[in-house]
């Protein structure tokens, strides 16, 4: 009897095994290296290279930096710009105007537009840009400086 159990549980045993192999699935995964996006709720790294740091048309660790806390980047670095824009009228005096920034950001560059400036400078603090208006006729311009966030 007991022999009887053994070859029925070693026969059920078989089938259930060729049932699972004939109603296998294949599932294939891409993967991609390096990762052509990737989203992160945080990011820790010692050190950081963007980009092909040292112009040789090759992306690897050279273009990392050997020191931790360091970071290179081959490209620009754009942190949450703004523009801003302060029309002058044609009506003020000859002299300098300021284009500020909203507290908290800095300015990276600026423009003036319209005839009749003559000079321009990013306030060395960062907090806006000016321009020379030198003529009183010229019309209406613009300044425009460009904001980023700053710590
Ligand atoms: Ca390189």
């Not at 081959?74 to 507290?103: E, F, K, L, N, R």
Request: hydrophobic letters at 35%.
């Amino acid at each position: 009897m007991v022999r009887l159990l053994k070859s029925v549980l070693i026969i059920f045993s078989f089938l259930f095994l060729c049932v699972t192999v004939v109603f296998a699935e294949d599932i294939t995964i891409t993967t991609y290296y390096p990762s052509p996006y990737g989203s992160y709720n945080a990011l820790q790294t010692n050190r950081l290279g963007v980009g092909d740091n040292n112009a040789d048309g090759v992306l690897n660790s050279s273009d990392v930096p050997g020191t931790n806390g360091d970071v290179w980047v081959s490209g620009h670095i754009t942190m949450g710009y703004q523009v801003v824009t302060v029309t002058i009228p044609s009506t003020y005096d000859i002299g300098w105007y300021t284009c500020d920034c909203p507290a908290g950001k800095r300015a990276l560059g600026g423009a003036c537009s319209g005839s009749g400036v003559s000079y321009t400078y990013i306030d060395a603090g960062g907090a806006g840009y000016h321009c020379y208006k030198n003529n009183q006729f010229a019309g209406n311009w613009q300044i425009q400086a460009v904001c980023a966030n700053m710590l």
